[in-house]
């Protein structure tokens, strides 16, 4: 069995799938705050439903592995992430190498006027099941597409209220 995260499963991880989703908020807030609530992993539990997040290897920063765990009911979706980039206070790049959730995402941070920010959260999973996955991708988006956007507009109310980060 191959460890995730080792370097040759995690350049197969990094390529791009299939299963694309994408979501944008507007923070009320300056991207230095935004930007170091985005990196704030464990925090994410506030802001994601059913998560629990933590940092299992590094400090959160580059080259980091980070632990996020779904629980609904009896089903637990594991997803585990390698922090591949930090460029502070703009973007935050990650692979995801676990079983189950593989590929590469991004969170980009962009600075507007009057203070604003605008997050991007985007996402290139690599669809489990063959061409059953790939049929079944434009069944599910809808789905993972709504759960991003709902997440990132509670990170932001989060933000604003000042109990992010």
Same mark, same amino acid.
């Given at each position: 069995?191959?460890?995730?995260?080792?370097?040759?499963?995690?350049?197969?991880?990094?390529?791009?799938?299939?299963?694309?989703?994408?979501?944008?908020?507007?923070?009320?807030?300056?991207?230095?705050?935004?930007?170091?609530?985005?990196?704030?992993?464990?925090?994410?539990?506030?802001?994601?439903?059913?998560?629990?997040?933590?940092?299992?290897?590094?400090?959160?920063?580059?080259?980091?592995?980070?632990? &996020?765990?779904?629980?609904?009911?009896?089903?637990?979706?594991?997803?585990?992430?390698?922090?591949?980039?930090?460029?502070?206070?703009?973007?935050?790049?990650?692979?995801?190498?676990?079983?189950?959730?593989?590929?590469?995402?991004?969170?980009?941070?962009?600075?507007?006027?009057?203070?604003? &920010?605008?997050?991007?959260?985007?996402?290139?999973?690599?669809?489990?099941?063959?061409?059953?996955?790939?049929?079944?991708?434009?069944?599910?988006?809808?789905?993972?597409?709504?759960?991003?956007?709902?997440?990132?507009?509670?990170?932001?109310?989060?933000?604003?209220?000042?109990?992010?980060?």
């Amino acid at each position: 069995m191959s460890d995730p995260g080792a370097p040759d499963d995690l350049r197969e991880a990094a390529q791009p799938g299939a299963g694309e989703v994408t979501a944008t908020v507007i923070v009320n807030a300056p991207a230095e705050k935004v930007f170091a609530a985005l990196l704030a992993w464990e925090r994410q539990s506030d802001w994601i439903p059913f998560t629990t997040v933590r940092v299992v290897e590094g400090d959160g920063g580059e080259g980091s592995l980070v632990e &996020s765990v779904t629980t609904l009911g009896p089903a637990v979706l594991r997803d585990k992430m390698r922090v591949v980039r930090v460029d502070a206070p703009y973007e935050i790049g990650v692979v995801h190498c676990g079983t189950l959730l593989r590929g590469p995402g991004v969170l980009r941070c962009t600075q507007l006027e009057s203070g604003r &920010s605008q997050v991007v959260w985007h996402e290139w999973f690599h669809l489990p099941g063959g061409a059953a996955g790939r049929v079944a991708w434009p069944v599910l988006w809808p789905g993972s597409k709504l759960s991003l956007t709902q997440a990132l507009r509670r990170f932001a109310r989060q933000v604003e209220q000042g109990r992010l980060p």
